[in-house]
């Protein structure tokens, strides 16, 4: 699986030990706007080519569908990317392309239609099971993607879907989100602005060599479901420098739920986040599951600012869930204002039919260190299951101030079993100290994704 992975990327990118290249994405010149991707296009054309209206107001999905029917047979020949111009662009779901690039200039808007008949149904994900409409931008088997611009924005107009959710509707359908990639590889979505999605934002799934970088994802704190990035039963992927304020998990890592995922059996693994930064009041900045039935594993997750968030990891999952979660490595959190800053759940009630009470989940190897939080309530609520505790937590270098309301139970911890050093207030007894020299394990290679580097394309 590893040499298969790195044969795909050499395809398409140079690899290097140096990292990513300082290059500012989206800076003008004489040829136009430059801009860093995984591949550069031969061809390209403007959504205005197709007859496409930037009012507001002027439904734009036939101009979308039309333009990137007509690109198609041109992509395989260098590749093909379709400039989305200054204006405010009216549009339903439409479907993209391999070997291409949409790039949406700043000053352009993608307005989602707030018709449901402008998002078709589509089949269920097979690790789900759930009825669905399509997402504003969707694609599906694809090959060599880039979503980018010199921060353009994606509106998803999301208020009437919320509405509509909280008076009762789509108990039995997910909305939609605003891009959703399936069975593809080599992926690439940056330097853009998300703002109001009905439901969640990105969602990579079953996906190999992603890359989510730069990107500023915004929805009210108490929209439904709003989740930012979700990676779901992706390998090798990579998410940096983004910033989320939501209604929902900043990030949510999943791969699929009970029987649904544990058939499909698609891990998510090889996954890196870094300089992430986040407010969510009644979600995590990190959620790992609870959808975690394929398998999750080799996630490092570093430097991460968390303000006004309910908690910074939480692991979440439940007897029937099957499936793992393992080797989890966490550092240099900076956190302010904090409901919890640990929290590990075993009875996470969501399940979409009957199930087995016999699938449990392995948790285990879960490693945090070098971390800060400042007004906090509860330090951890740590929740394993009984005969099946979460084992192998380490947490070292950690340091928490409780807030004037904190409660005086700081460490609830049951079924679960680790080692701790230098963490304060002192954890629970169910978490030795093993003085002061201990530091958790945090791994020092990258993933294939991370020595990727970037092409200096022109729009």
Known sequence: MKMMIQTSLCILVVLTISGFPMMESGVESKKGIEYMAMQCRKHKAVLTDFGAVGDGKTSNTKAFREAIAKLTPQAADGGVQLIVPPGNWL????????????????????????VESEYPMIPRLPSYGDARFASLIYGTNLTDVVITGNKGTINGQGKSWWLKYRSGGFNLISRPLLIEILYSENIQISDINLIDSPMWNIHPVYCKNVIIKNIKIDAPIDSPNTDGINPDSCTNTLIEDCSVTSGDDCIAVKSGIDQFGMTTAIPTQQLSIRRLTCVSPDSAGIAIGSEMSGGIKDVRIEDVTLLNTQS????????????YVKDIFARRFTMKNMKYVFWMTGSYKLHPIGFDP??????????????????????????????????????????????????????????????????????????????????????????????????????
């Not at 392309?97 to 808007?109: C, E």
């Not at 910074?312 to 499936?323: V, Y």
């Open 91 to 114: 549009t339903g779901s439409f479907n993209l392309t391999s070997h291409f690039t949409l790039f949406i200039q700043q000053g352009a808007t993608i307005l989602a239609s707030q």
């Open 312 to 323: 910074a990891i939480r692991i979440k999952t439940a007897i029937g869930r099957g499936g």
């Open 358 to 459: 016999n699938a449990l989940p392995e948790i285990r190897n879960i490693n945090y260190r070098d971390m800060t939080a400042e007004n906090v309530t509860i330090s951890a609520k740590l929740e394993g299951i009984e005969k099946d505790p979460f084992t192998g937590i380490c947490m070292s270098n950690v340091t928490m101030a409780l807030s004037p309301t904190t409660k005086k139970l700081q460490w609830n911890c049951t079924d679960v079993a680790g080692v701790t050093s230098r963490v304060k207030p002192e954890p629970c007894s169910l978490l030795p100290s093993k003085g002061p020299m201990m530091d958790c394990y945090f791994p020092m290679d990258k993933i294939p994704i991370e020595s990727v580097v970037l092409n200096k394309c022109v729009a």
